[in-house]
């Protein structure tokens, strides 16, 4: 079973930067899409950003231009750079990854705190 672990979030200040990353680790896998995905407090899970094998990229619209996703194949590795970051980035952000091994699944990570706060 093929495992996402992400890191990098933590405590900043409005208007400041993080960066995060989900590490894939396992044997005879590839990945096809991968995502970023939200949980504020008291809501559900929401979209942030998508990434095709071909570098294709899609966000939602309430981090367009301020986050930007990206991957290294050679590492199994995703990121997100977040940006002038608001209150409302706030939340457990989550790797999601298209595995493809002997069948096709999807994983998720274990998710990482980013908090946006004065």
């Known amino acids: 079973q093929v495992q996402l672990v992400e890191s990098g979030g933590g405590l900043v200040q409005p208007g400041g930067s993080l960066r995060l990353s989900c590490a894939a680790s396992?044997?005879?896998?590839?990945?096809?899409?991968m995502r970023w995905y939200r949980q504020a407090p008291g809501k559900q899970r929401e979209f942030v950003a998508a990434?095709?094998?071909?570098?294709?990229?899609n966000y939602a619209d309430s981090v367009k231009g301020r986050f930007t996703i990206s991957r290294d194949n050679a590492k199994n590795t995703l990121y997100l750079q977040m940006n002038s970051l608001k209150v409302e980035d706030t939340g457990v952000y989550y790797c999601?990854?298209?595995?493809?091994?002997?069948?096709?699944?999807?994983?998720w990570g274990q998710g990482t705190q980013v908090t946006v706060s004065s």
């Open positions: 999601n990854a298209q595995i493809v091994t002997w069948k096709a699944y999807e994983s």
């Open positions: 396992g044997s005879r896998f590839s990945i096809n899409a």
């Open positions: 990434i095709t094998s071909g570098d294709d990229t």
